[in-house]
């Protein structure tokens, strides 16, 4: 029955408009990730018919007839020997050209892509959609996040449906950008009908980007194994029309408006006044004892001793969390670490907060 398994979970993904070895293509570039692999696949199997055939006939043709018989000496062949290392040299530098391309497609999101924050935590996902201004209304951000109440109770009775883990909602064809992070451990984020796959991890930034062409549903996975309940981080990317989205959306930033909920850039626009950010920080573009904060997001800083890095997510928290690690050039490293002194949804809001100031 096992053995069965494969040839059943392929004959699943053809019935679905996939082949023996792939799930259905649905996003961009995907078709790029399908040509390396098939490029691959039939340039070993070629390889592998001519060189087995060989092996055989070699074997029976040039085997020892008799007690008689004296091994030659062969001292080599120098054509032979270039042809068998030019040819697939060419062949693997074509292999690490196609996937170098489709990986640098992949790693780099188009600038006018939609960003959703992305949170793995054992064990369930959590989708952060940004604050936004629709018709002139300002809207707080809002998450979908694991299971809704009625859910909880498969954690007592792990036969109940996981399918009611919260989903990524997306529109068709426009490219979006996650930014992960991890809650806890380790995770990765798997959307095998996009080709995509990316590890969440705690305290640090990835990110990803994809465009789904068609409306429709695919599977989500967490392929870190985490934890028991691993196969638990199980959920679903919906792609709706963008009209179906952006009504939606608009519904579920009335839900967190309606809620009170503040938005992460709220919360920290709080934070930064009463954890004292702001006795050292401005945010109209003038020096206190330290740099001012508005503005900076997406630019380039110089730090001490002459390297420079780039103000994203990641260099944001480390600043907050361990501001010794990366210095402020022409600034005394008098900021004090906040590391333990805030949670990760605080630190969250600050990023959020400094992003927003422009
Ligand atoms: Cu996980």
Known sequence: MTMLLPLMTA????????????????STYA????DVFYFIYY??????????AAMILMAIKYRRKGEAEVTPVIKGNHTLELAWSVFPTFLLV???????????????????????????????WTYQYPAANIDGVDYPSFEVAGADAACMDRVTDPSRDIECNAALVVPAGKPVKLVMNSRDVLHSFFVPDFRMKRDVIPGRYTQQWFEAPEVGEHNVFCTEYCGDRHGYMYSKVQVKSPADFEAWKLEQHKKAAASGLVSGAELGAQLFASKGCAGCHKIDGTKLVGPWLNGKFGTVEQLEGGATVTIDEGYLRESILVPGAKVVAGYPPSMPPYQGQLD??????L????KSLK
């Open 31 to 34: 078709q790029d990730v399908d």
């Open 11 to 26: 004959s699943a993904a053809r019935a679905e408009g996939g082949t023996f070895w792939m799930p259905k293509a649905a």
């Open 94 to 124: 074509a292999m690490f050209w196609l996937g170098f391309k489709g990986w640098m497609n992949m790693a780099v999101p188009p600038a006018d892509a939609m960003e959703v924050r992305v949170i793995g935590q054992k064990w369930n």
């Open 344 to 349: 990760d949804r605080q630190v969250e809001g």
């Open 43 to 52: 340039t070993d199997a070629v390889f592998f018919a001519v060189l087995m």
């Open 351 to 354: 990023i959020e907060y400094i």
